[in-house]
């Protein structure tokens, strides 16, 4: 079984900063792309990031110049940055990462975590 554990939400301040880290555990041979998606309140689920196997990333233009993804291959780790944070941010944030689990199987599944809310008030 693999679990992903997100940490790092909290609430901020207009302007403020927060990090945010998503651990990946169990059977894992691989990781593909790990991403972050966000829900606010009454709003669909929307990709905030995303990063390869090879660090190529990608951002929503609500983001771009302010928040930051990153991955530790090692830790079996993804990141996101978050700077200059707005009340529009307020959100629950969910990572994900695509795993192959068995060496044998060239292919993985989706994973995703429970969650972490971060709120932003003006």
């Known amino acids: 079984q693999v679990q992903l554990v997100e940490s790092g939400g909290g609430s901020v301040q207009s302007g403020g900063s927060l990090r945010l880290s998503c651990a990946a555990s169990?059977?894992?041979?691989?990781?593909?792309?790990m991403g972050w998606y966000r829900q606010a309140p009454g709003k669909q689920r929307e990709l905030v990031a995303s990063?390869?196997?090879?660090?190529?990333?990608d951002y929503a233009d609500s983001v771009k110049g302010r928040f930051t993804i990153s991955r530790d291959n090692a830790k079996n780790t993804v990141y996101l940055q978050m700077n200059d944070l707005e009340p529009e941010d307020t959100a629950v944030y969910y990572c994900?990462?695509?795993?192959?689990?068995?060496?044998?199987?060239?292919?993985?599944?989706?994973?995703w975590g429970r969650g972490t809310q971060v709120t932003v008030s003006s």
């Open positions: 994900t990462m695509g795993i192959q689990t068995n060496a044998f199987i060239p292919s993985g599944n989706v994973y």
């Open positions: 169990g059977n894992i041979f691989t990781i593909f792309g």
């Open positions: 990063i390869s196997k090879f660090n190529s990333t």
